[in-house]
């Protein structure tokens, strides 16, 4: 059974850092592209970022471009998402989600979300 | 960017009846090279994350009621719940994947019980 566990949510004041990580089972973790996908409270979704199975492709909204950081541990089955120079409008929930294994080619589309976890930016 | 729009914003359907929510994206979401539409829809219940029911714009998910159904190619797409019960009220999304830069999602639609 597929199972992505978010953490490291929590408040922040304006211009902070968090560290969010996933840690996945019940799959194989680096043959799978990995990615974050966050809800303003009472809003739709926002896709944020993702990474490719290796790590070595990676691509982020415009948003977060330059304070956002995503990575992975294949070794630990873990994806993180660093988060620096945090603004009020980051505030949202937080899911670690699953991209199928490559059949196609950047075929970014999204069969396993975590619960979540609610990062808050307020002073 | 390819802006995604859905309508309507809401609706109500009677238990049973059937619901029809549309999605339309600013450019065509068709890869030619393959013919397959980068196109999916989530359904987010309350408190709960969102659940992947369709890709490629008209394949379901494993597990996924057959009353749930995708069509639609290029800019203009549906989901239609043929029988709706009433653990389909919920918040549903299209989202496409033609394009990485960026990602992006419908505004929802919420579908009730009327």
Known sequence: EVQLLESGGGLVQPGGSLRL?????GFTFSTCAMGWVRQAPGKGLEWVSV????????????????????????SKNTLYLQMNSLRAEDTAVYY???????????????????????????? | DIVMTQSPDSLAVSLGERATINCKSSQSVLYSSNNKNYLAWYQQKPGQPPKLLIYWASTRESGVPDRFSGSGSGTDFTLTISSLQAEDVAFYYCQQYYSTLPITFGPGTKVDIK
Request: hydrophobic content about 35%; charged content about 10%; aromatic content about 16%.
């Open chain 1, 96 to 123: 670690c989600v699953k991209v199928p294994p490559v059949v196609v080619f950047a075929a970014y589309y999204f069969d396993y979300w975590g619960q979540g976890t609610l990062v808050t930016v307020s002073s």
């Open chain 1, 51 to 74: 990474i490719s199975g290796s790590g070595g492709t990676i691509y982020y909204t415009d948003s977060v471009k330059g304070r956002f950081t995503i990575s992975r541990d294949n």
């Open chain 1, 21 to 25: 990580s996933c840690a996945a089972s």
